[in-house]
């Protein structure tokens, strides 16, 4: 797991940085762009951190548990939980409600993200991770993973995010 993350931060942060790039330029922009977990409260750190620990757990409709699987708001209900102690609300409708509405340009690692894959708004939420990448678990017999919201089929779904950590 903890090669995954690395491997995560590492083409998160440095996915800029040129090849051809001069030593005192790479320097440079290495300052500039601080580490992924410099960039972030302490609490968004936890939650994403706690998320990716939960990659490749089952999907299960209505799940609730890492051993038995998880759905979409089981798994970020969990996350929160586990995480911070926060207690959401069991749907992703629901939780659509809480917190404060954000614009996706405003998109920060940790916020909730929604989208309409029953046909209906609000029926998949997963967690930002940063660099149009979120965390999910996606449907049944897929795993919890990250994939891109740029992905048409994501793009086509958005439904908007929400902040639940504070000063996030």
């Not at 548990?65 to 586990?82: H, Q, T």
């Not at 409708?93 to 209906?120: C, H, W, Y």
Request: glycine fraction near 8%.
């Amino acid at each position: 797991m903890r090669k995954i993350l690395i491997t995560f931060l590492l083409a998160t942060s440095c996915a800029s940085v040129s090849f051809t790039a001069s030593a005192a330029e790479l320097v440079r922009k290495a300052d500039e762009s601080q580490s992924f977990f410099e960039r972030y409260t302490n609490a968004a750190q936890d939650v994403i951190l706690q998320g990716l620990k939960l990659v490749g757990v089952r999907y299960r409709f209505g799940g609730n548990d890492e051993d038995s699987g998880l759905d979409c708001s089981g798994f970020v209900r969990l996350v929160f939980k586990d995480s911070l102690g926060a207690q959401l609300p069991r749907t992703a409708a629901e939780m659509s409600q809480v917190g404060e509405r954000i614009d996706t340009s405003q998109l920060k690692p940790g916020d909730l993200v929604f989208f309409n894959t029953m046909r209906r708004t609000f029926s998949h939420v997963g967690i930002y991770l940063g660099d149009s990448h979120f965390l999910h678990a996606p449907r049944t017999g897929a795993e919890v993973r990250v994939e891109s919201m740029e992905d048409s089929y994501w793009i086509k779904r958005y439904n908007g995010a929400r902040r639940i950590i504070e000063g996030n």
